[in-house]
């Protein structure tokens, strides 16, 4: 196991670097001062600033993962990993105008709520009356159909979307199924503390393979998205290099493996 979470984390290091160098590209942020709530903030906001800033997201996340995986917390990386998932959701969701040369009301409804402070009155947060419009995540999801439409029939698509938003789920709400995965051993009993030595860890780690995949495949759209094509390069560089590492290039087709999958 050493030598994988040692590889993954090199991995992520350089994908963390990959960002950075995305970052002195970009116009940065200003500090505001305001004597109630010091913050950074961007003057010009865009979808493709919403991209880049939940890559950023992605990443941190996936970092943490690294060092709950060297503890063993399984459970908690499970409630990060939907956390991954919705990210990397929204990204594809941004990508592109769904309406011709237009972003969609629901994709600039999504902007708008994410650009939106968190407190509308922020000397009195018990006064602030902030209300967040979400965009329903099945309408997320089905973005993904609409792009992955070349590889996978868009209902399939979407609904393996909605599958894996609901497999993670039980891991943030603490469902019964997920709590009981915690049970194991002779004589039984709940792992507290972490499950390392656990078959627990391989399902873990090989989702966090996956989960790094995606990731470096999702950074080469954000940079492609931003224009820096010097970057997009250097990424698609890594995901080669990752893919013949770990033997993860795909041989099929998505729709091939997802009708193997529906006969198990």
């Known amino acids: 196991m050493e030598i994988e979470v040692v590889y993954l984390e090199k991995i992520m290091g350089r994908l963390e670097n990959i960002y950075h160098q995305m970052e002195m590209q970009m116009t940065p942020p200003v500090y505001i001062d305001d004597g109630v709530y010091p913050r950074f903030r961007y003057k010009t906001l865009s979808d493709s600033l919403a991209c880049y800033l939940k890559g950023i997201k992605l990443i941190s996340t996936l970092n943490a993962c690294m060092v709950l995986l060297r503890k063993g917390y399984t459970q908690e990386i499970g409630a990060l990993c939907r956390m991954i998932s919705d990210f990397h959701n929204e990204i594809f969701f941004l990508l592109i105008p769904q309406e011709g040369d237009n972003f969609s009301k629901d994709q600039i409804r999504f902007l708008e709520d994410f650009f ?13 009356k902030q209300k967040r419009d979400n965009v329903p995540v099945r309408k997320i999801h089905a973005t993904f159909g609409k792009l992955a439409k070349n590889e996978l029939n868009p209902s ?52 966090l393979f996956g989960d790094i995949h995606r990731v470096i495949m999702v950074t080469v759209l954000v940079a492609r998205r931003l224009g820096f094509t010097d970057i997009e390069k250097s990424t ?16 099929q087709k998505a729709d091939a493996m997802l009708r193997q999958m529906k006969k198990k």
């Open 236 to 251: 698609k560089e890594l995901l080669d290099e990752f893919e013949k590492d770990t033997n993860s290039r795909p041989t």
């Open 116 to 128: 939106k402070e968190e407190l509308d009155k922020p000397d009195n947060p018990l006064q602030s």
């Open 156 to 207: 399939d698509a979407q609904e393996l979307m909605h599958t894996i938003h609901q497999a993670f789920s039980g891991y943030v709400h603490g469902a019964y199924p997920h709590i009981m995965e915690m049970c194991g051993g002779i004589p039984p009993r709940f792992h507290m503390s972490g499950m390392l030595d656990t078959p627990r860890i391989d399902a873990c780690r090989s989702q």
